[in-house]
């Protein structure tokens, strides 16, 4: 059994995004799963193709992508992606999103195939904060959960896939009025709720 797993690259202005940074620290087996780890880049689109290529490669049985939320205190599994992109914040390739529909033939939203309630359970019981989200937001995080959901029913349809958004780390706070979790912690997190899904 395999789980691809990926973390996005820094973004905004950001010299570190916990995302990947959590990812290169898992395991490379938990609960008897290979874990495949990937970095994508934070562009609309790209991080898509990128995901796909390394799907053909590896044939995971699951897809878990991670990406920073700012501002949110705990862990939070994705229930849904919706089928919109927007926002005023340039992705790495300068490009701000042009508002629309993400795939013009995709439906309204996707919601995810892994055990979100099952991931928010075990990530408490090993004593850190989380909670399921129902708003990915616009920006790259959404995008890319949706088109891995797109390619699951048009070309993978084997595969169940997901998002969990994480906290900043402590360092990317220092100027900043929000919530932190520690990259172990996120860690921990993360590892706690991969187990759930491949269990």
Do not use: W
């Amino acid at each position: 059994m395999k789980i691809l797993v990926t973390g996005f690259d820094p973004f905004g202005g950001e010299k570190i995004n916990p995302a990947i940074e959590a990812v290169k620290r898992l395991p490379d087996m938990i609960n008897g799963a290979e874990v495949i780890k990937l970095e994508v880049p934070t562009i609309f689109g790209k991080s898509a193709a990128v995901v796909k290529d390394a799907i053909l490669k590896e044939k995971p049985d699951f897809v878990l992508n991670v990406g920073q939320a700012g501002g949110r205190r705990m862990v939070t599994p994705e229930r849904v992606a919706i089928n919109f992109q927007g926002g005023q914040t340039p992705d790495n390739s300068g490009q701000a999103p042009q508002e629309g529909p993400i795939q013009v033939d995709g439906p309204a939203a996707y919601f995810t195939q892994l055990p979100i309630k099952e991931e928010v359970a075990v990530i408490r019981k090993a004593g850190l904060p989380a909670q399921i989200s129902n708003t990915a937001g616009t920006y790259v995080c959404n995008q890319l959960f949706y088109q891995v959901q797109y390619l699951r029913e048009h070309d993978f349809p084997q595969l169940k896939a997901g998002f969990i958004h994480i906290p900043y780390l402590p360092e990317q706070v220092v100027n900043k009025n929000a919530p932190s979790m520690s990259l172990a912690d996120i860690v921990k997190a993360l590892t706690a709720a991969i187990g759930a899904i491949v269990s």
